[in-house]
């Protein structure tokens, strides 16, 4: 058998084709879709559902949640604190099966669509690249933070796995919140609503910034580690505010296409920064 080895490698090779996992592709972005202004905004707002959806799957998996925990009405802190390890999640794989190719078909129709720099509707399209744009850095963001929670979730220290099972607690709650908003919405979202959560982001990192300070100051984690989880806690800040950020876009018009109104009267990050302020004055004087 010997010399026909290789002869019989091909002809296998042949036969039995490997098995590759298939990519997700676009499903409304057509010649036709693309015919009309209206029906191009509509296309890519379907296709940007489907990443959005996508998005927050892998981002659950990747920070060792279930989906059916974090959507649901189960205390997710108890859900949290009693796992001891988190198994290693390949988000990049998932990342090119679930929204590459849906992503990269969505900015390519945006380019190509003829009345896309000259039409109101135009507006509508550079919002929802903007929201996928944010989905796709939530994702990666993800990516960023695996590695320290896969080591500091099963790690002895208490302190670190408290801070890191804090830090995934956080996101998974934003994420309850917002598909709490669309199921109750029917799709559609209270712009106001968001803002709170984004604030509630802002009041959260700020929590676990003076956490850390205390407890490099007492020593009960190493400057080393306290860096680590400054970073980490960044990546799960801009998790937070991506999804909601996109979720502005696809959400709070509803069955609207988003408007630049809509957009105009959230709260960027100096207002929010100012009402907390507002906010903790009010407290101490209270």
Request: proline share 2%; hydrophobic share 40%; no cysteine.
């Amino acid at each position: 058998m010997l010399p026909l080895l290789n002869v019989l490698v091909v002809s296998l090779e042949r036969f039995i084709p490997e098995k590759r996992p298939e990519v997700d592709q676009p499903k409304y972005l057509s010649e036709s879709s693309a015919a009309f202004p209206g029906t191009a905004v509509e296309a890519v707002r379907l296709e940007s559902l489907r990443v959005y959806e996508a998005a927050l799957r892998i981002i659950i998996d990747g920070l060792g949640m279930k989906s059916t925990d974090v959507i649901s009405n189960i205390d997710l802190e108890q859900a949290v604190a009693a796992q001891t390890q988190i198994h290693q999640f390949d988000i990049n794989a998932m990342y090119e099966r679930h929204i590459k190719g849906i992503y990269s078909a969505i900015v390519a129709f945006i380019s190509d669509t003829t009345f896309s720099r000259r039409e109101e509707q135009s507006t509508n399209l550079q919002w929802l690249r903007e929201a996928n744009i944010r989905l796709v850095e939530a994702v990666k963001d993800t990516h960023q933070l695996q590695e320290n929670l896969i080591d500091y979730v099963g790690s002895e220290n208490l302190k670190m796995r408290e801070l890191y099972n804090r830090i995934r607690l956080q996101v998974g709650l934003i994420i309850r919140d917002l598909e709490e908003m669309r199921i109750s919405g029917a799709g559609v979202m209270d712009v106001l609503s968001l803002d709170a959560l984004k604030l509630l982001v802002e009041e959260d990192q700020s929590r676990l910034n003076q956490s850390l300070a205390e407890l490099i100051g007492k020593r009960s984690i190493t400057p080393a580690m306290g860096s680590s989880l400054i970073n980490d806690s960044v990546f799960a800040h801009d998790i937070s505010m991506n999804l909601i950020s996109a979720a502005q876009t696809l959400f709070v018009a509803g069955e609207q296409h988003p408007t630049q109104a809509a957009h105009d009267v959230v709260l960027d990050k100096s207002d929010l920064t100012q009402i907390g302020a507002q906010v903790g004055t009010e407290n101490t004087n209270s």
